[in-house]
């Protein structure tokens, strides 16, 4: 009984090493108040850039009920630097289903699904220190029911 304990053990201790990614530098969800997101709620994510060097990829996260009413989400970043000097700031348009057929996109469960969108490849930080994302849903629509939350993740690019 004792061995299969250690050996049970042992490979839930590989499993969560191997689900580990080790070019990520940063990842944080937000959760949505009643799972809406209003234009006057942006969620800021800060994160630390040790090594200039290296060039970055940084994503969205979007969580989403299939409630959501339309088949694509406007979000803006603004990103900006230690020293609070905008970086850049973009506009960027996520496909949440497929226009043509409503299916969506993302891993689901349920009637809920995850994206993981590519926002800015490459990136570049040209000085070390803690950077600032901010995100705003850009719709057309004040309230936007069925986002249940966002996120960013930054992980080094693939060389």
Request: charged share 20%; hydrophobic share 35%; net charge neutral.
């Amino acid at each position: 009984m004792r061995q299969l304990f250690r050996l049970l053990s042992g490979l839930s201790m590989l499993l969560l090493l191997a689900a580990c990614d080790p070019g990520q530098v940063y990842e944080k969800n937000t959760d949505l108040d009643e799972y809406v997101w209003g234009v006057q709620v942006k969620p800021t994510f800060e994160f630390t850039i040790a090594d200039t060097t290296q060039r970055y990829d940084v994503y969205f996260n979007i969580r989403n009920a299939s409630a959501y009413g339309y088949y694509n989400l406007y979000v803006q970043h603004t990103l900006t630097d230690p020293a609070g000097r905008p970086v850049s700031k973009l506009l960027h348009q996520m496909l949440l289903m497929d226009p043509q057929t409503g299916e969506p996109n993302g891993n689901g469960t349920g009637d809920i699904y995850d994206h993981q969108f590519l926002a800015l490849p490459g990136q570049r930080f040209h000085q070390t220190g803690t950077y600032k994302l901010l995100l705003e849903q850009y719709m057309r629509q004040d309230q936007l029911p069925g986002i249940m939350a966002v996120g960013v993740r930054v992980a080094k690019a693939a060389k």
